[in-house]
């Protein structure tokens, strides 16, 4: 059985401008101690998709279909109260910018401890070893429990975001844009501390990020967003070595190879989709170059391209 399945997951938000469909028809899976990247451009779905998951949307969205089946069991049936008692148990979120919901009047230690109480009802002097002992699991020393959040560098506080969501041994945990607002250097420490605890804890990581540069060393597979769609999918080695959507393609092209020589990264031409009125067909075909009649009325299904490898394109060749 598999840690978790997301299956045909449709979250629409009710805007007064009619319906947007912002997650639609997305599935994937997630094994223990796997790491999944789920990568696109800003407002393709991936902070929608991460909500669904752990009943963590506004209340204008809503999941109008599919399973989030965790070791089996649908979270999508829950009551509000049943899932509750999941989250931070079994799923819990690392959401982009956490590091700035630190209290500033409030020592490290403490908050952690706080979060602790809350989820696992530990006595005080017991969440505040539990502290100490997560403060360590993230390579901070336990001493530092009685700092406050000025007393931390980004990189840090970041870290203190990551113990708090392991507080209580979660199963499965996301992390949106966990380093986008840091510098290069801590953004590779970050992550390679999560790539470390995830395999020492062998919980499943969800990375979601704009960015497809940071996921080759910290993932072992990789699901391509596009407009609320997954277009592509498959292994680290399928994705960089074997792209067979136009968007993967463009989206590998966008990142600089340091190994080969200088090259300006040329971006994406076009702007992603209007996603409350998306285009006919495929709705990367506004911005491919190779689009054909059929892309322009007809919306791809995910062909096969290999054991693990699917891709949503008229044209690839598989
Ligand atoms: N509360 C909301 N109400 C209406 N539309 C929303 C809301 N939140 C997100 N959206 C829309 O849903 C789409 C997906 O957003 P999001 O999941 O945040 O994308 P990403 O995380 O990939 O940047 C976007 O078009 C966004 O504008
Ligand atoms: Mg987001």
Partial sequence: MKLLEVKNLK??????????????DVSFDLDYGE???????????????????CRLLPKEGKVYGGEILLEGSDLAKLSD???????????????????????????????????????????KADALKRAGDLLELVEISRGRVANYPHEFSGGMKQRVMIAMALACN???????????????????QILNLLEKLRKELNMG???????????????????VMYAGKIVESGTVADIFENAKHPYTKKLI????????????????KGAPAN????????????????AAEQCR???????KAGTSHQVACHLAEV
Wanted: hydrophobic fraction near 40%.
């Fill in 11 to 24: 979250t629409y938000f009710d805007t007064s401008k009619g319906q947007l469909k912002a997650v639609d």
């Fill in 35 to 53: 790491a999944l990247g789920l990568v696109g451009e800003s407002g393709c779905g991936k902070t929608t998709s991460a909500l669904s998951i």
């Fill in 81 to 123: 109260d049943e899932i509750r008692r999941h989250r931070w148990k079994d799923i819990s979120v690392i959401f982009q910018g956490a590091m700035n919901a630190l209290n500033p009047v409030m020592n490290i230690g403490d908050q952690i401890a706080e979060a602790v109480m809350l989820h696992d009802g530990l006595s």
């Fill in 170 to 188: 979660p199963k499965v945990v996301i992390g949106d844009e966990p380093t986008t607002a840091l510098d290069v250097m801590v953004q590779a």
């Fill in 205 to 223: 990581l969800i990375l979601i990020t704009h960015d497809l540069s940071i996921l080759g060393e910290t993932c072992d597979k990789i699901a």
């Fill in 253 to 268: 092209g966008c990142f600089p190879n340091v190994e080969k020589e200088k090259r300006i990264p040329d971006g994406i």
């Fill in 275 to 290: 996603m409350l009125h998306p285009p006919a067909g495929c709705p990367f075909h506004p911005r491919c170059e190779m």
């Fill in 297 to 303: 009325v007809e919306i791809p299904q995910q062909k």
